[in-house]
């Protein structure tokens, strides 16, 4: 028998849209809660149009994000606009522990997602909200797009070479972060609910989530009133991808063996220079010093230079893409790919969870709901409605 998930029994209502707030639900129920995830009747989360998508099929069931980001939860369509809608999500309300949202706030309040008014009848209720800036402060109801979170935050400023423009990282990571951040402030929310039977407002700020990471620069400034810049161009070459024979790699300095062992590995007879062989030579030299380790890199490939720095204690990594990460034997050493098979997209493997804890089993209990697929299980199994009354809700655009 499989092993019951860590919040088995907890129930979550999300109300999110594209990332953040489906993230941070999605974590609850990889974790075992019960997601309800409510959409739109006809239209559902954004991020059924978002691509890429499987089979380059633009399909509403076909987005590989939205795929990935909601396994594990069931699906129901509601219009919460509207009264009959609003009744509707009260009495989902009355069976809920959790409810997510990543709604502007005034935005909010117009829909009836304050705090206030969602726990009037259920004080148990732990209300999870995600936004760009925040429930306070005058930036409260700015919109941001993932660029706008990173440049806010500070961390783009710290990112690229001192040059260059600031740079920053792809594929929507202010909005994951921030969906970590809700799901485990989540978690401690329905803990501190345990000892005392009351919920709380989780309020989540994506551009406070990036800030936290500046351990360095915020710092730097508050003593020393200075403000750190992004890496100097002039250099060494190390801690930065350099080019090998079939990729990228990045060759290290923190290795516990001398220079010697450094350029004894790459093989280049030249970069036994005694120029080289300290710190403060390598960065006096570092153009030229550069130009070698180009031209000695170009002869090994990714792996091979990789699995050769750790058999001589040196601290060597290698820029891996898709397609390595998902033959990578250290993943595939640790079960870190799921088999999901949807019924529309079809069957492929998804990333699993990073953490594992020895008392519990990461499992996909069920793929991305279809827009709907569980309005006669939720509204007439559970909650007691009766087909035709599903039938006049469907009719009526409230589900």
């Keep these: 028998m499989t092993p019951l998930g860590l919040l088995d029994g907890i129930r979550v209502l999300d109300l999110g849209t594209?990332?953040?707030?489906?993230?941070?639900?999605?974590?609850?129920?990889?974790?075992?809660?019960?997601?309800?995830?409510?959409?739109?009747?006809?239209?559902?989360?954004?991020?059924r149009r978002m691509g890429p998508f499987a089979d380059d099929d633009p399909h509403p069931e076909k987005s590989i994000p939205f795929l990935y980001i909601n396994t594990n939860k069931r699906g129901v369509t509601l219009d919460t606009r509207n009264p009959t809608g609003r009744g509707l999500l009260e009495a989902l309300l009355q069976t809920?522990?959790?409810?997510?949202?990543?709604?502007?706030p005034a935005h909010a309040e117009d829909l009836g997602l304050d705090y206030a008014g969602l726990t009037r009848n259920n004080p148990g209720l732990v209300v999870t909200s995600i936004t760009a800036f925040g429930q306070s402060g005058p930036y409260r109801d700015y919109s941001a797009t993932d660029l706008v979170n990173c440049a806010f935050s500070g961390l783009m400023y710290h990112t690229g070479d001192s040059d260059r423009e600031p740079l920053r990282n792809s594929l929507n990571q202010s909005l994951y972060v921030a969906g970590i951040n809700a799901a485990v402030a989540t978690s401690a929310a329905l803990l501190h609910r345990m000892a005392t039977g009351r919920g709380q407002h989780?309020?989540?700020?994506?551009?406070?989530?990036?800030?936290?990471?500046?351990?360095?620069?915020?710092?730097?400034?508050?003593?020393?009133?200075?403000?750190?810049?992004?890496?100097?161009?002039?250099?060494?070459?190390?801690?930065?991808?350099m080019p090998a024979r079939d990729g990228y790699v990045i060759p290290s300095v923190q290795g516990s063996q001398p220079w010697s062992a450094i350029a004894g590995l790459i093989g280049l007879e030249e970069l036994h220079d005694q120029r080289f062989a300290t710190g403060s030579g390598r960065i006096e030299h570092g153009e030229e010093l550069k130009q070698l380790l180009i031209q000695g890199l170009a002869e090994w490939d990714r792996k091979p230079l990789f699995e050769a720095s750790g058999e001589s204690r040196l601290v060597f990594g290698m820029a891996q893409d898709a397609g390595d990460l998902f033959n990578c034997p250290q993943l595939r050493e640790r079960d870190f790919f799921v088999e999901v098979d949807h019924p529309?997209?079809?069957?492929?493997?998804?990333?699993?969870?990073?953490?594992?804890?020895?008392?519990?089993?990461?499992?996909?209990?069920?793929?991305?709901?279809?827009?709907?697929?569980?309005?006669?299980?939720?509204y007439r199994d559970e909650l007691g409605y009766s087909s035709q009354d599903l039938v006049v809700l469907t009719a009526s655009g409230v589900i």
């Design 344 to 378: 529309v997209a079809g069957r492929a493997e998804y990333p699993g969870m990073g953490p594992r804890l020895s008392g519990g089993v990461y499992e996909i209990r069920r793929p991305a709901p279809l827009l709907g697929q569980h309005n006669t299980e939720v």
């Design 202 to 241: 989780v309020d989540v700020s994506a551009v406070e989530c990036l800030a936290a990471h500046l351990v360095q620069p915020v710092p730097y400034y508050t003593y020393m009133g200075a403000i750190k810049g992004r890496r100097p161009v002039r250099g060494s070459g190390f801690e930065e991808l």
């Design 18 to 47: 594209e990332v953040s707030g489906p993230f941070c639900a999605k974590l609850l129920a990889d974790y075992g809660a019960d997601v309800i995830k409510v959409e739109l009747p006809g239209v559902g989360d954004p991020a």
């Design 96 to 104: 809920a522990d959790v409810l997510v949202e990543n709604v502007p």
